[in-house]
């Protein structure tokens, strides 16, 4: 099993839905992020946390929101989704050494219609 | 907010031959570290190699070897011996070592012609 879960993988609504993506994690890691994917643009940082109690907005929030369930959940909501948020969505963890790379989630693919 | 310019969108290389991609960053640190990372066609993120900027010798991971030039804010990423299995999208990222928040640039799509 993957040490970074994300579900869905991939997922198809409309203009003004809510939409939840989940993020859950088995490396013990208290530090956990959102990222968006768009073509040409690299990854943009939406949001993390440090601890459950510690939520950042990162340079990308308007139009998201989080929730740190606990130390191995984090998940994404879109309240109402808009066709621009059309995106490939990560979620990824670090440890707590300054050394520590990103372990990422398979991607989540949201289609906003 | 840090800054990561990847300036080739795309770039292609012989089956067996050498490429170099590149990677600059803007920061006023001097402690940090710099990562690349791959991106297949599988969408997964994978940790190609990692360079720590108080260290002068460059990083090496098997094929994957890295020129950081510290003055100059470069982090280049040399790929030998290309393999088709290494086609895919190359990401440089940047780690704040304050905040603890990873910066990425845009992405060089490598393409292995057999």
């Known amino acids: 099993d993957a040490d970074v879960t994300q579900t869905p993988r991939n997922r198809i609504t409309k203009t003004g839905k809510r939409i939840m993506l989940e993020c859950s994690q088995t490396k013990g890691h208290d530090r956990m992020y959102w990222y968006r994917q768009d073509p040409g643009l690299g990854l943009q940082l939406i949001y993390y946390s440090f601890d459950v109690k510690d939520i950042n907005k990162g340079e990308i929030s308007d139009g998201y929101s989080v929730s740190r369930q606990a130390q191995a959940k984090f998940s994404l909501s879109l309240e109402s989704a808009i066709p621009n948020q059309t995106a490939l969505y990560f979620c990824?963890?670090?440890?707590?050494?300054?050394?520590?790379?990103?372990?990422f989630g398979e991607g989540s693919r949201l289609t906003v219609l | 907010a840090q800054t990561v310019t990847q300036s080739q969108p795309e770039m292609s290389v012989q089956e067996a031959e050498t490429v170099t991609l590149s990677c600059t960053y803007d920061t006023s640190e001097s402690d940090y570290y710099l990562f690349w990372y791959k991106q297949p066609p599988s969408r997964q993120m994978i940790l190609v190699i990692r360079?720590?900027?108080?260290?002068?010798q460059n990083a090496t991971e098997n094929r994957f070897s890295v020129n950081f030039q510290k003055a100059a804010k470069s982090f280049s990423l040399k790929i030998s011996d290309s393999q088709l299995g290494d086609a895919a999208m190359y990401f440089c990222a940047y780690r704040d070592p304050d905040f603890n928040k990873f910066y990425f640039g845009s992405g060089t799509k490598l393409n292995v012609k057999p």
């Open positions: 990824a963890t670090s440890d707590n050494l300054n050394t520590g790379e990103l372990f």
């Open positions: 360079q720590e900027a108080y260290k002068q």
